[in-house]
């Protein structure tokens, strides 16, 4: 049974740093391109950053540039996202994902997914 399962969510003020993690099992992790997603009340989802298979080559989205980091770690199949400098805008529910595909820009592609997890940054 495929599962993926964030943790590391919470409360804090802006120009505060949080590491979220999402753990994986259930299916081949290292072959996959993990994903993070965010969507904030009233919002579409959308795409924050990506690690391709063995993360030498990581993706951002342009507001988070700088500021977040993600990496992976294939032997305990866990995925994080370090953030710092976090702003008020960064409020949202975090997802990870899972594709085997090629494509990781469009939450369409993606084929597992977490439950997800509450960043929420106060001003």
């Known amino acids: 049974q495929v599962q993926l399962v964030e943790s590391g969510g919470g409360l804090v003020q802006a120009g505060g740093s949080l590491r979220i993690s999402c753990a994986a099992n259930g299916f081949s992790f290292s072959n996959y391109i993990m994903g993070w997603f965010r969507q904030a009340p009233g919002k579409e989802r959308e795409f924050v950053a990506a690690?391709?298979?063995?993360?030498?080559?990581?993706y951002y989205r342009e507001s988070v540039k700088g500021r977040f980091t993600i990496s992976r770690d294939n032997a305990k199949n866990t995925v994080y996202l370090q953030m710092n400098s976090l702003k008020f805008d960064d409020t949202a529910v975090y997802y990870c994902?899972?594709?085997?595909?090629?494509?990781?820009?469009?939450?369409?592609?993606?084929?597992?997914w977490g439950q997800g997890t509450q960043v929420t940054v106060s001003s």
């Open positions: 994902a899972a594709t085997s595909g090629g494509a990781f820009l469009s939450s369409d592609e993606y084929e597992y």
């Open positions: 690690s391709i298979w063995k993360g030498d080559r990581t």
